[in-house]
T-cell receptor, first 113, second 113 residues
Framework: QKEVEQDPGPLSVPEGAIVSLNCTYSNSAFQYFMWYRQYSRKGPELLMYTYSSGNKEDGRFTAQVDKSSKYISLFIRDSQPSDSATYLC?????????????FGRGTSLIVHP | EADIYQTPRYLVIGTGKKITLECSQTMGHDKMYWYQQDPGMELHLIHYSYGVNSTEKGDLSSESTVSRIRTEHFPLTLESARPSHTSQYLCASAVTGMNTEAFFGQGTRLTVV
């Protein structure tokens, strides 16, 4: 079983839709949860991070962590064509000395006008 | 924008050749990582470093080697390239802290023919 599972998609939605992206994980030691966005032929860039359980909101983006279910989500409101990218979830047991992010395979999102 | 640079961006090389992929960061980060990414697949950690003269192998078996003689520089070397090494290689760096973020380079797309 992979440590982090993520549906690769592609997920195609119309502009303005609410997008839900999800990951499940098996390692209960993960405490630090991140979402990265990767445009074609670019390196990933950090979108949001959450430490332990709970919600975090930043503009149109909301990250949720449910540690009891080992399930994390990223919601994108009012999606735009510029949001079209691959979204990777990542997790680490720590945000400090032993920080080694483990990544999912990414979900390809296409927002069409 | 992250100050982490990878060269070359693209490389086509023949089987059996020795190659070095360069990665440099100007942020003074103590941690550096090499990931391998194939289309639609997870980022696989192949090497990481927690500081100068510290290097460790990641979870993906790799025939590559790395060195960390200077904080800012983390080159990856393949002694004898094979077609199975064809992939995208991503370098990242991070600084130890409460909300650690890994910054990625643009990647090197390697093709071994």
């Amino acid at each position: 079983q992979k440590e982090v599972e993520q549906d690769p998609g592609p997920l195609s939605v119309p502009e303005g839709a609410i997008v839900s992206l999800n990951c499940t994980y098996s390692n209960s030691a993960f405490q630090y949860f991140m979402w990265y966005r990767q445009y074609s032929r670019k390196g990933p860039e950090l979108l949001m991070y959450t430490y332990s359980s709970g919600n975090k909101e930043d503009g149109r983006f909301t990250a949720q962590v449910d540690k009891s279910s080992k399930y994390i989500s990223l919601f994108i409101r009012d999606s735009q064509p510029s949001d079209s990218a691959t979204y990777l979830c990542a997790m680490s047991p720590s945000s400090g000395g032993s920080y080694i992010p483990t990544f999912g395979r990414g979900t390809s999102l296409i927002v069409h006008p | 924008e992250a100050d982490i640079y990878q060269t070359p961006r693209y490389l086509v090389i023949g089987t059996g050749k020795k190659i070095t992929l360069e990665c440099s960061q100007t942020m003074g980060h103590d941690k550096m990582y090499w990931y391998q990414q194939d289309p639609g697949m997870e980022l696989h950690l192949i090497h990481y470093s927690y500081g100068v003269n510290s290097t460790e192998k990641g979870d993906l078996s790799s025939e590559s080697t790395v060195s960390r003689i200077r904080t800012e520089h983390f080159p990856l070397t393949l002694e004898s390239a094979r077609p199975s090494h064809t992939s995208q290689y991503l370098c990242a760096s991070a600084v130890t802290g409460m909300n650690t973020e890994a910054f990625f380079g643009q990647g090197t797309r390697l093709t071994v023919v």
